[in-house]
T-cell receptor, first 114, second 115 residues
Framework: QKEVEQNSGPLSVPEGAIASLNCTYSDRGSQSFFWYRQYSGKSPELIMFIYSNGDKEDGRFTAQLNKASQYVSLLIRDSQPSDSATYLCAVNGYSGAGSYQLTFGKGTKLSVIP | GAGVSQTPSNKVTEKGKYVELRCDPISGHTALYWYRQSLGQGPEFLIYFQGTGAADDSGLPNDRFFAVRPEGSVSTLKIQRTERGDSAVYLC?????????????FGPGTRLTVL
């Protein structure tokens, strides 16, 4: 069974600091990796995706992927109170039953303290 | 443009009743997914449609759950003889082709409560 593990938190950081969110996955055949942000009572919203080893930057967000270690991370620089949410790591891999499925972690709850 | 829409936003039903949940994907997206999210958990895959056909229904928990997408656009998730354990948020997502690198865009979800 494919698994995606995240530290559930809560992770508290002061405003302006760097928040570091981590994720490991079990399926070595996984091909693409996504970070979604979910505010309480809302649906997941895509933050970033990454397909290749290394870093990918988009504004204040940097995704890092290390396929050899089966590890994905998300760094949020200059954290803002509006970044307070649950961050879901999702891994896309072939299900073996006809589709590419997203397997999600349980999410890490981030609180940015003003 | 318009995103994924789902109706109703909330559904309260009694144990044993039948419910239908509707999803309208982003126009032009051929791939449609249903997920279920319980409190404190990430979304869990239920079923995937490519066009009109259910290409992968391996995530459906049992035969009380069924979904259709008759014209390749709107999809309906149907739950028979609902149980209290079916209470969750049901999320629909769509993507352009259903490929591994496609981004899945989620709708607002339907919160189902079975009393």
């Amino acid at each position: 069974q494919k698994e995606v593990e995240q530290n559930s938190g809560p992770l508290s950081v002061p405003e302006g600091a760097i928040a570091s969110l981590n994720c490991t996955y079990s399926d070595r055949g996984s091909q693409s990796f996504f970070w979604y942000r979910q505010y309480s009572g809302k649906s997941p919203e895509l933050i970033m995706f990454i397909y290749s080893n290394g870093d990918k930057e988009d504004g204040r967000f940097t995704a890092q992927l290390n396929k050899a270690s089966q590890y994905v991370s998300l760094l949020i620089r200059d954290s803002q109170p509006s970044d307070s949410a649950t961050y879901l790591c999702a891994v896309n891999g072939y299900s073996g039953a006809g589709s590419y499925q997203l397997t999600f972690g349980k999410g890490t709850k981030l609180s940015v303290i003003p | 443009g318009a995103g994924v829409s789902q109706t109703p936003s909330n559904k309260v039903t009694e144990k044993g009743k039948y419910v239908e949940l509707r999803c309208d994907p982003i126009s032009g997206h051929t791939a449609l997914y249903w997920y279920r999210q319980s409190l404190g958990q990430g979304p869990e895959f239920l079923i995937y449609f490519q066009g009109t056909g259910a290409a992968d229904d391996s995530g459906l928990p049992n035969d009380r759950f069924f979904a259709v997408r008759p014209e390749g656009s709107v999809s309906t998730l149907k739950i028979q003889r609902t149980e209290r354990g079916d209470s969750a948020v049901y999320l629909c997502a769509s993507s352009l082709w259903g490929q591994s690198t496609d981004t899945q865009y989620f709708g607002p979800g339907t919160r189902l409560t079975v009393l």
